[in-house]
Protein backbone atom coordinates (compact mmCIF):
# COMPACT_ATOMS: atom_id res chain seq x y z
CA UNK A 1 0.00 0.00 0.00
CA UNK A 2 1.25 3.63 -1.17
CA UNK A 3 0.26 6.28 1.62
CA UNK A 4 0.12 10.21 1.45
CA UNK A 5 -0.73 13.16 3.90
CA UNK A 6 -3.77 14.90 4.70
CA UNK A 7 -2.18 18.14 4.42
CA UNK A 8 1.28 19.04 5.69
CA UNK A 9 0.02 18.19 9.52
CA UNK A 10 -2.44 15.87 8.47
CA UNK A 11 -3.10 12.23 9.20
CA UNK A 12 -1.32 9.37 6.71
CA UNK A 13 -4.14 7.67 4.55
CA UNK A 14 -3.86 4.92 1.97
CA UNK A 15 -3.01 5.97 -1.20
CA UNK A 16 -7.09 4.39 -2.17
CA UNK A 17 -9.74 5.24 -0.08
CA UNK A 18 -12.92 2.48 0.18
CA UNK A 19 -16.15 3.95 -0.23
CA UNK A 20 -18.86 2.23 1.46
CA UNK A 21 -22.01 3.89 0.06
CA UNK A 22 -23.58 1.43 -0.75
CA UNK A 23 -22.60 -1.24 1.87
CA UNK A 24 -25.91 -2.02 4.35
CA UNK A 25 -28.01 -1.74 1.19
CA UNK A 26 -27.61 -3.03 -2.02
CA UNK A 27 -24.37 -4.96 -0.66
CA UNK A 28 -24.97 -6.94 1.88
CA UNK A 29 -23.25 -7.27 5.11
CA UNK A 30 -21.36 -10.45 4.06
CA UNK A 31 -19.79 -8.95 1.29
CA UNK A 32 -18.99 -5.78 2.52
CA UNK A 33 -17.25 -7.39 5.49
CA UNK A 34 -15.04 -9.36 2.88
CA UNK A 35 -14.17 -5.94 0.90
CA UNK A 36 -13.68 -4.43 3.78
CA UNK A 37 -11.15 -7.24 5.90
CA UNK A 38 -9.34 -7.21 2.17
CA UNK A 39 -8.86 -3.94 1.91
CA UNK A 40 -7.50 -3.40 5.27
CA UNK A 41 -5.40 -6.87 4.94
CA UNK A 42 -4.03 -4.87 1.70
CA UNK A 43 -2.51 -1.93 4.25
CA UNK A 44 -5.85 0.36 3.47
CA UNK A 45 -6.49 2.38 6.42
CA UNK A 46 -8.74 5.14 4.44
CA UNK A 47 -12.73 4.12 4.99
CA UNK A 48 -15.51 6.64 3.62
CA UNK A 49 -19.06 6.56 4.22
CA UNK A 50 -22.01 9.54 5.22
CA UNK A 51 -24.66 9.72 7.45
CA UNK A 52 -26.91 9.96 4.34
CA UNK A 53 -25.83 6.36 2.45
CA UNK A 54 -28.00 4.72 1.09
CA UNK A 55 -31.08 6.75 2.10
CA UNK A 56 -32.37 6.04 -1.77
CA UNK A 57 -32.27 2.40 -2.18
CA UNK A 58 -35.54 0.39 -1.26
CA UNK A 59 -36.50 0.79 2.17
CA UNK A 60 -33.10 2.56 3.56
CA UNK A 61 -33.08 5.07 5.64
CA UNK A 62 -30.11 6.58 5.18
CA UNK A 63 -27.82 5.28 8.33
CA UNK A 64 -26.97 1.05 7.03
CA UNK A 65 -23.52 2.77 5.61
CA UNK A 66 -22.27 4.04 9.05
CA UNK A 67 -24.21 1.05 11.18
CA UNK A 68 -22.71 -1.25 9.28
CA UNK A 69 -19.11 0.05 9.70
CA UNK A 70 -19.86 0.35 13.40
CA UNK A 71 -20.88 -3.23 14.04
CA UNK A 72 -17.12 -4.57 11.68
CA UNK A 73 -15.22 -1.88 13.65
CA UNK A 74 -16.75 -3.41 16.88
CA UNK A 75 -15.79 -6.86 15.67
CA UNK A 76 -12.52 -5.68 14.35
CA UNK A 77 -11.24 -4.03 16.94
CA UNK A 78 -9.36 -1.50 14.42
CA UNK A 79 -10.28 2.13 14.81
CA UNK A 80 -7.36 3.44 15.66
CA UNK A 81 -5.67 1.77 12.66
CA UNK A 82 -8.09 4.00 10.43
CA UNK A 83 -8.71 7.02 8.93
CA UNK A 84 -12.13 7.63 8.92
CA UNK A 85 -14.45 9.83 7.09
CA UNK A 86 -18.70 10.53 7.36
CA UNK A 87 -20.27 13.51 6.35
CA UNK A 88 -23.11 15.88 6.82
CA UNK A 89 -25.42 18.48 5.43
CA UNK A 90 -27.02 16.43 2.52
CA UNK A 91 -29.75 14.35 4.63
CA UNK A 92 -33.05 14.35 3.25
CA UNK A 93 -35.77 16.12 5.00
CA UNK A 94 -38.96 13.28 5.92
CA UNK A 95 -41.44 14.38 4.19
CA UNK A 96 -40.31 16.60 1.96
CA UNK A 97 -38.58 16.68 -1.50
CA UNK A 98 -34.86 15.82 -1.90
CA UNK A 99 -32.48 17.78 -3.17
CA UNK A 100 -34.32 21.03 -2.35
CA UNK A 101 -34.76 19.93 1.32
CA UNK A 102 -31.85 18.77 3.42
CA UNK A 103 -30.53 18.85 7.10
CA UNK A 104 -27.82 21.66 6.28
CA UNK A 105 -24.93 22.95 8.04
CA UNK A 106 -26.48 24.78 11.15
CA UNK A 107 -24.94 24.91 13.91
CA UNK A 108 -27.15 22.31 15.55
CA UNK A 109 -27.53 20.06 12.57
CA UNK A 110 -24.19 20.09 12.67
CA UNK A 111 -23.98 18.74 16.52
CA UNK A 112 -26.57 16.78 15.96
CA UNK A 113 -25.71 15.01 13.13
CA UNK A 114 -21.59 14.57 14.45
CA UNK A 115 -23.58 12.94 17.55
CA UNK A 116 -25.53 10.51 15.48
CA UNK A 117 -22.46 9.36 13.13
CA UNK A 118 -20.24 9.10 16.22
CA UNK A 119 -22.92 6.70 17.77
CA UNK A 120 -23.67 4.50 14.99
CA UNK A 121 -19.87 4.28 14.00
CA UNK A 122 -18.87 3.29 17.64
CA UNK A 123 -16.33 5.80 18.11
CA UNK A 124 -15.61 8.94 20.13
CA UNK A 125 -13.73 10.72 16.71
CA UNK A 126 -14.07 11.26 13.08
CA UNK A 127 -10.54 11.71 11.78
CA UNK A 128 -12.17 13.83 8.56
CA UNK A 129 -15.61 15.31 8.53
CA UNK A 130 -17.41 16.92 5.51
CA UNK A 131 -19.70 19.36 4.66
CA UNK A 132 -21.15 17.09 2.21
CA UNK A 133 -22.88 20.08 0.31
CA UNK A 134 -22.96 23.84 0.48
CA UNK A 135 -25.92 25.53 2.79
CA UNK A 136 -27.04 28.86 1.24
CA UNK A 137 -29.50 29.35 4.16
CA UNK A 138 -26.61 29.12 6.62
CA UNK A 139 -24.26 31.65 7.34
CA UNK A 140 -20.73 30.69 6.59
CA UNK A 141 -19.68 31.79 9.80
CA UNK A 142 -22.07 30.11 11.46
CA UNK A 143 -21.00 26.39 9.58
CA UNK A 144 -17.42 27.27 10.41
CA UNK A 145 -17.53 28.16 13.75
CA UNK A 146 -19.80 25.14 14.39
CA UNK A 147 -16.94 22.84 12.98
CA UNK A 148 -14.58 24.75 14.98
CA UNK A 149 -16.50 23.48 17.93
CA UNK A 150 -16.27 19.87 16.84
CA UNK A 151 -12.21 20.31 16.28
CA UNK A 152 -12.03 22.10 20.07
CA UNK A 153 -14.18 19.37 21.67
CA UNK A 154 -12.12 16.48 20.19
CA UNK A 155 -14.68 14.83 17.87
CA UNK A 156 -13.29 15.93 14.83
CA UNK A 157 -9.88 15.76 13.88
CA UNK A 158 -10.07 17.50 10.62
CA UNK A 159 -12.58 19.14 8.25
CA UNK A 160 -13.41 18.25 4.35
CA UNK A 161 -16.09 19.47 2.11
CA UNK A 162 -17.79 17.87 -0.71
CA UNK A 163 -19.85 19.43 -4.14
CA UNK A 164 -18.67 22.45 -3.22
CA UNK A 165 -17.14 25.28 -5.98
CA UNK A 166 -13.28 26.45 -6.06
CA UNK A 167 -15.12 29.64 -5.14
CA UNK A 168 -16.81 28.22 -2.08
CA UNK A 169 -13.48 26.07 -0.50
CA UNK A 170 -11.77 29.62 -1.11
CA UNK A 171 -14.40 31.44 1.02
CA UNK A 172 -14.61 28.86 3.78
CA UNK A 173 -10.70 28.98 3.93
CA UNK A 174 -10.13 32.51 3.89
CA UNK A 175 -13.03 32.58 7.05
CA UNK A 176 -11.52 30.01 8.95
CA UNK A 177 -8.09 31.96 8.90
CA UNK A 178 -9.41 35.25 9.85
CA UNK A 179 -10.98 33.67 13.00
CA UNK A 180 -8.59 31.55 13.78
CA UNK A 181 -10.32 28.20 13.08
CA UNK A 182 -9.31 25.03 11.31
CA UNK A 183 -10.44 24.91 7.46
CA UNK A 184 -11.40 22.85 5.45
CA UNK A 185 -8.06 20.13 4.48
CA UNK A 186 -9.83 18.25 2.09
CA UNK A 187 -12.33 18.34 -0.91
CA UNK A 188 -14.52 15.24 -2.22
CA UNK A 189 -15.65 16.13 -6.06
CA UNK A 190 -17.29 13.92 -8.84
CA UNK A 191 -13.70 13.52 -11.06
CA UNK A 192 -12.53 10.90 -13.15
CA UNK A 193 -10.24 10.65 -16.07
CA UNK A 194 -12.84 11.53 -18.54
CA UNK A 195 -14.14 14.92 -19.14
CA UNK A 196 -17.71 16.33 -18.87
CA UNK A 197 -18.86 18.05 -21.93
CA UNK A 198 -18.61 21.96 -20.68
CA UNK A 199 -21.69 22.82 -18.87
CA UNK A 200 -22.59 19.38 -18.04
CA UNK A 201 -24.48 19.33 -14.98
CA UNK A 202 -24.85 16.60 -12.50
CA UNK A 203 -27.33 17.40 -9.99
CA UNK A 204 -26.51 18.11 -6.51
CA UNK A 205 -22.75 16.83 -7.35
CA UNK A 206 -20.15 18.50 -8.46
CA UNK A 207 -17.40 17.16 -10.50
CA UNK A 208 -13.80 18.86 -10.20
CA UNK A 209 -14.19 21.40 -12.35
CA UNK A 210 -10.86 23.46 -14.05
CA UNK A 211 -11.55 26.35 -11.52
CA UNK A 212 -11.22 23.73 -8.52
CA UNK A 213 -8.23 22.11 -9.86
CA UNK A 214 -6.20 25.45 -10.87
CA UNK A 215 -7.70 26.14 -6.70
CA UNK A 216 -6.15 22.89 -5.71
CA UNK A 217 -3.03 23.06 -7.96
CA UNK A 218 -2.20 26.47 -5.86
CA UNK A 219 -2.32 25.30 -2.80
CA UNK A 220 -0.99 22.13 -2.57
CA UNK A 221 -1.98 21.15 1.03
CA UNK A 222 -5.00 20.71 0.32
CA UNK A 223 -6.40 16.83 -1.09
CA UNK A 224 -8.58 15.72 -3.68
CA UNK A 225 -10.49 13.33 -3.13
CA UNK A 226 -12.31 11.81 -6.40
CA UNK A 227 -15.43 9.92 -6.24
CA UNK A 228 -16.69 8.02 -9.15
CA UNK A 229 -13.48 7.95 -10.16
CA UNK A 230 -13.88 4.57 -12.70
CA UNK A 231 -17.83 6.24 -13.40
CA UNK A 232 -19.61 3.20 -12.29
CA UNK A 233 -17.83 0.61 -14.31
CA UNK A 234 -18.71 2.72 -17.66
CA UNK A 235 -15.09 2.24 -18.86
CA UNK A 236 -15.02 -1.56 -18.97
CA UNK A 237 -18.60 -2.91 -19.03
CA UNK A 238 -20.78 -2.91 -22.29
CA UNK A 239 -23.94 -2.87 -19.51
CA UNK A 240 -23.01 0.33 -18.27
CA UNK A 241 -23.02 3.00 -21.06
CA UNK A 242 -21.09 6.44 -20.15
CA UNK A 243 -23.29 8.99 -18.75
CA UNK A 244 -24.65 11.55 -21.04
CA UNK A 245 -22.66 14.00 -19.16
CA UNK A 246 -19.33 12.61 -20.80
CA UNK A 247 -20.91 12.13 -24.92
CA UNK A 248 -18.55 14.34 -26.79
CA UNK A 249 -15.99 13.66 -28.93
CA UNK A 250 -12.95 14.75 -26.30
CA UNK A 251 -14.41 11.88 -24.55
CA UNK A 252 -13.52 9.58 -27.66
CA UNK A 253 -10.16 10.94 -27.90
CA UNK A 254 -9.52 10.26 -24.34
CA UNK A 255 -10.93 6.69 -24.53
CA UNK A 256 -8.69 6.04 -27.27
CA UNK A 257 -5.62 7.15 -25.46
CA UNK A 258 -6.32 5.34 -22.45
CA UNK A 259 -7.13 2.34 -24.29
CA UNK A 260 -3.72 2.67 -26.01
CA UNK A 261 -2.28 2.94 -22.35
CA UNK A 262 -3.97 0.08 -20.98
CA UNK A 263 -2.36 -2.30 -24.09
CA UNK A 264 1.42 -1.08 -23.48
CA UNK A 265 1.54 -1.45 -19.99
CA UNK A 266 -0.52 -4.89 -19.87
CA UNK A 267 -2.96 -3.73 -17.32
CA UNK A 268 -6.70 -2.92 -17.27
CA UNK A 269 -8.42 0.75 -18.20
CA UNK A 270 -9.38 1.03 -14.78
CA UNK A 271 -6.27 0.55 -13.45
CA UNK A 272 -4.47 3.28 -15.41
CA UNK A 273 -7.59 5.55 -14.79
CA UNK A 274 -6.46 5.10 -11.01
CA UNK A 275 -2.91 5.12 -11.67
CA UNK A 276 -3.72 8.65 -13.43
CA UNK A 277 -5.27 9.86 -10.56
CA UNK A 278 -3.15 8.97 -8.34
CA UNK A 279 0.27 10.84 -9.85
CA UNK A 280 -2.10 13.41 -10.78
CA UNK A 281 0.10 16.55 -10.04
CA UNK A 282 -3.06 17.48 -7.94
CA UNK A 283 -2.74 15.45 -4.19
CA UNK A 284 -5.64 13.20 -5.32
CA UNK A 285 -6.76 10.11 -3.45
CA UNK A 286 -9.43 7.88 -5.57
CA UNK A 287 -12.50 6.80 -3.27
CA UNK A 288 -12.98 3.23 -4.81
CA UNK A 289 -16.91 1.69 -5.03
CA UNK A 290 -16.66 -1.51 -5.31
CA UNK A 291 -19.24 -4.72 -5.02
CA UNK A 292 -16.54 -7.26 -4.79
CA UNK A 293 -13.17 -8.24 -3.42
CA UNK A 294 -12.58 -9.22 -7.04
CA UNK A 295 -13.14 -5.49 -7.88
CA UNK A 296 -11.41 -4.56 -5.03
CA UNK A 297 -8.12 -6.84 -5.95
CA UNK A 298 -8.31 -5.07 -9.68
CA UNK A 299 -8.21 -1.21 -8.06
CA UNK A 300 -5.39 -2.22 -5.27
CA UNK A 301 -3.06 -3.53 -8.43
CA UNK A 302 -3.65 0.07 -9.86
CA UNK A 303 -0.94 1.25 -7.27
CA UNK A 304 1.89 -1.02 -8.63
CA UNK A 305 1.28 0.84 -12.44
CA UNK A 306 3.50 3.49 -12.84
CA UNK A 307 2.73 5.63 -15.75
CA UNK A 308 5.68 7.25 -17.94
CA UNK A 309 6.04 10.42 -18.92
CA UNK A 310 4.97 10.16 -22.23
CA UNK A 311 1.95 8.28 -21.32
CA UNK A 312 0.86 10.65 -19.18
CA UNK A 313 1.25 13.43 -22.04
CA UNK A 314 -1.17 11.21 -24.44
CA UNK A 315 -3.56 11.05 -22.00
CA UNK A 316 -3.41 14.80 -20.36
CA UNK A 317 -3.68 16.19 -24.30
CA UNK A 318 -6.26 13.74 -25.76
CA UNK A 319 -8.86 15.64 -27.05
Not at 51 to 79: H, I, K, P
Not at 226 to 231: E, T, V
Request: one cysteine or more; proline letters at 6%.
Amino acid sequence: MRFRSLGPDGRSASALCLGTMTFGTTIDERTATAILDRFTEAGGTFIDTSNNYAFWATGANGYESEELLGRWLARRGNRDDLVLATKAGARPVPGLPFPEHVEGLSARALREAAEGSLRRLGTDRLDLYYAHVTDPATPLEETMGAFAGLVADGKVAALGCSNHRAADLAAANDLAAERGWPGYRCVQQRHSYLRPRPGAGFGIQRHADEALLSHLAARPALTLLAYSPLLGGSYCRPDRPLPEQYGWPAARAQLAALAEVAEETGATVNQVVLAWLIGHPVPTVPVLGVGSVAQLDESLAALDLVLDEEQRRRLDTAA
